[in-house]
């Protein structure tokens, strides 16, 4: 074959992983999905923080015979970076006695990232968030993608709606598991977002105002840590009915069942966390001018404040690169899309704000604040 003719042998061997590796990957998805699901995080901690194989299939309630399995699955996962392993040659092959003896003493410890899987029951773990994304309901989204891409109706339907015959949010309004598990996802990835924005910039980007409507604010995570930081704020959240019915009663937030495309409650400023990375310019400039008519002047602290992808932005190697890009192409299935700084650019200015500055570049999410 001419196209492996001009190829050397070790460019073969890497086409080849390549290949291997990329069609492969979703199952380092799925592997993390299942060591959740398992509660092997629970376990490592609740061992005090390292644990043997052993360890883990008794912290797990498993069977003694899942633990050759059970080391296949930490052993990928320790590579990927999800656990870390004490002895970079676990899996090596060797003897029975000595391989029994790996085991025995290989202990897999917890990494920041699997640190936040921990207590996957407890509103806030981000275990909540691996399981929304590994998803049937999203995961066999994918598999139809390509008949999208040929199908001439295609732009007047996401692909999620091609596949299940209506959209993410209307999914959600019909199946109460799918909208519990959505809304536990953007509670546990809020709790973490939020905790970085106060602690670097909270005061510069909430102190000066009074009042704030959350819109799209879900269960009010994000607006229940602002009132902690700053107990002078009030907030109201804004969400579509079948949210609100179901977010939890604390007392000081307020909510408010309503359609941010008709309604927006008035306030110092509005906030907009991954809101209008699920539309379309033509709707985010709808939404944003909506945010205009409810915020108070610049002099008074009036503003919007977006918390979103900001693509292209910080990313120093190619990792946060790829997880960028990752996360734009996840949002093409509900016809959402990641923003980089001339898109954001011309959404505000359509929607007739005067300026806008970016607050805060944090790894996978910005702050932007636009000015009227």
Not at 17 to 43: N, Q, W, Y
Not at 130 to 155: G, I, Y
Not at 214 to 222: K, L, S
Request: hydrophobic share 45%; with cysteine.
């Amino acid at each position: 074959d001419s196209s492996m003719d001009a190829m050397s042998s070790e460019d073969l061997i890497q086409a080849q992983r390549m290949i291997f590796h990329h069609s492969l990957s979703f199952a380092t998805s799925m592997a993390l999905k299942c060591v959740v699901e398992l509660g092997i995080p629970d376990a490592i901690h609740l061992n005090g923080g390292s644990a043997t194989l052993d360890n883990i299939i008794t912290g797990t309630g498993l069977h003694a015979s899942r633990l050759p399995y059970v080391k296949r699955l930490m052993n990928l996962l320790s590579i990927s970076g999800v656990f870390a392993s004490s002895d970079p040659s676990a899996y090596a092959t060797g003897s029975p006695d000595q391989a029994n003896h790996r085991d025995e003493v290989v202990m897999y410890k917890l990494t920041p990232m699997s640190r936040l899987l921990v207590d996957r029951y407890k509103i806030g773990s981000m275990s909540y968030l691996v399981q929304f994304l590994v998803n049937p309901l999203t995961v066999t989204t994918f598999f139809d993608m390509h008949a999208w891409f040929k199908d001439e109706r295609a732009s007047t339907k996401s692909f999620f709606e091609m596949v299940h015959g209506c959209s993410r949010y209307e999914m959600a309004r019909r199946n109460s598991d799918d909208n519990a598990l959505y809304n536990n996802a953007m509670v546990s990835a809020s709790h973490v977002t939020m905790e970085i924005i106060l602690r670097e910039a909270g005061g510069d980007i909430f102190g000066r105002l009074n009042s704030l409507t959350d819109v799209g604010g879900g269960h009010g995570t994000a607006s229940a840590a602002i009132i902690a930081a700053f107990q002078h704020i009030k907030c109201s959240v804004l969400d579509l009915p079948h949210v609100v019915d179901k977010a939890p009663a604390n007392g000081t937030v307020q909510f408010i069942a309503g359609d941010m495309f008709k309604f927006i409650p008035k306030a110092d400023a509005a906030l907009l966390k991954w809101v209008l990375h699920c539309w379309g310019d033509e709707d985010c400039v709808k939404i944003l001018r909506r945010c205009l008519e409810a915020i108070t002047e610049r002099e008074a602290g009036g503003k919007v404040i977006i918390i979103d992808a900001l693509m292209e932005a910080g990313q120093a190697d190619n990792f946060s690169k790829e997880t960028q890009a990752l996360y734009d192409f996840h949002m093409m299935h509900i016809d959402g899309v990641e923003r980089d700084k001339l898109g954001w650019e011309k959404i505000i200015l359509q929607a007739g704000f005067h300026d806008y500055k970016i607050s805060l570049v944090l790894g996978l999410h910005s702050v932007i604040e636009a000015y009227p």
